[in-house]
């Protein structure tokens, strides 16, 4: 039986901080299903999977208010910068694109975050890649294709760990024991609450599912001077971030994949080919009439680094996200972003240049899926009514 509890926050969470703060409420307790802040931030509401009373109520609401206090407490608003502004572009649809999708079969559901996509989206994925790859040629940038898979230590090194532990998804095998292998192949079974498999029966963690792309290629030049003092590349992969109870249609996925344009060298390389790669996109995005924003944002730190990663970002301007308007909800969706690292992976890893100083590093990303579903939020799913490009690439 669930139960509904209403809690009032310790400190007055300001509007700015009220979508930062619900995403993070949802990594607060296993029995939380549900977490809502009002739109003021002067009451949270949760929905328990199962009631609690008495000192378990209180150590749940304990646990809330310690995210208040971390995410709140000095906290302050920070300035927006908005580069490009064509929110405002006609676009003929205003439906909500899901039902359609599953009715169609073009999209199924395997698990939370985890989707399975039919052929209109996959050509339609297939059209938007084909452009992001002739932005990379674009740049006489280098192909690269990265494992799925990426080593447990390298991520340590550049402080992942620290930055984003809500959202790593780890990966094991099964102990090199004879016993163990045979008490699993009889008796695994899978319910609602998961692999029955004891804990013990798995290796230690040393292998997580990637999180991004451009990492890897950092890791490969770890440690030596960067060839040539500057490299641009590019490469196309599945990343996985947890999102908990935040995972929702094609918008968040556990699962998703990515197309990177990657600029590793002196300062000036870096930002010149992000803002020139920025000025690309825009004609493109003109051509296809996407109704979208780019503005300065911050990634989706957790709890300890919030404050002091996203004002480090908000003041360096890292980072812009191109954000599409979601009409039939009346929002925005991160479908990309432009990307400026500074110098902290030359640090971190040992990259420098012919003078001795680290590099410097910067991405341009597009998440291929958030892309598609933007796109079908704003032009539907009849192809009849898309822009003339899209329609006959897809065709």
């Known amino acids: 039986m669930s139960q509904q509890i209403e ?12 979508g930062e703060v619900q995403s993070k409420l949802a990594y607060v307790d296993e029995n939380i299903a549900a977490a809502r802040l009002s739109a003021q931030g002067e009451v949270i509401t949760l929905t328990l999977r199962r009631p609690v009373e008495g000192p378990d109520r209180q150590a749940l609401e304990a646990k809330v208010q310690r995210v208040v206090q971390a995410m709140v407490a ?3 608003k920070p300035k927006v910068q908005v580069l490009e502004d064509y929110s405002d572009r006609p676009v003929p649809y205003r439906g909500d694109p899901n039902a359609g999708l599953l009715e169609r079969g073009e999209m199924f559901q395997e698990a939370a975050g985890i989707f399975t996509l039919g052929p209109l989206v ?3 994925i297939a059209f938007f890649e084909a452009q992001f790859v002739a932005l990379a040629d ?3 940038a280098a192909p690269y294709r990265f494992p799925t898979l990426i080593p447990a230590r390298f991520l340590e090194r550049v402080h992942y760990f620290r930055a984003f532990p809500h959202s790593l998804t780890f990966v094991t095998h099964l102990r090199e024991d004879l016993d163990v292998i045979d008490d699993f192949a009889q008796h695994a079974a899978c319910g609602e609450d998961g692999l029955n498999a004891p804990p013990e029966s798995f290796a230690p963690i040393q292998t997580l599912l990637s ?5 890897h290629l950092y890791f490969s030049l770890a440690d030596r001077p960067l060839p040539g003092g500057s490299l ?3 490469a196309v992969g599945n990343c996985f971030r947890y999102e908990s109870l935040n995972l929702a249609s094609l918008e968040r996925m556990w699962n998703f994949t990515m197309r990177e344009v990657i600029f590793v060298g002196p300062k000036d390389f870096v930002l010149q080919n992000r803002e020139t790669g920025r000025q690309r996109m825009r004609d493109f995005f003109e051509q296809i009439g996407l109704a979208y924003h780019v503005e300065s944002a911050n990634d989706p730190f957790f709890i300890g680094e919030f404050k002091k990663q996203a004002a480090f970002q908000s003041a360096f301007q890292l980072k812009f996200e191109i954000r599409a308007r979601l009409p039939f909800k009346d929002s925005t969706l991160a479908v990309g972003s432009y990307n400026y690292h500074q110098d902290f992976f030359g640090r971190a890893l040992n990259i420098t240049l012919p003078d001795g100083s680290p590099v410097h590093t910067g991405c341009i990303a597009f998440g291929l899926e958030r892309m598609a579903y933007a796109f079908l939020a704003q032009y539907g799913l009849e192809t009849a009514a898309w822009p003339e490009a899209v329609r006959k690439a897809v065709a």
């Open 138 to 140: 674009s740049f006489g």
């Open 232 to 234: 641009a590349a590019t």
């Open 74 to 76: 000095g906290a302050f």
């Open 122 to 124: 996959s050509r339609l």
């Open 7 to 18: 809690i009032a926050p310790a400190l007055p969470i300001p509007a700015f901080l009220v």
């Open 211 to 215: 999180p991004a792309v451009c990492y």
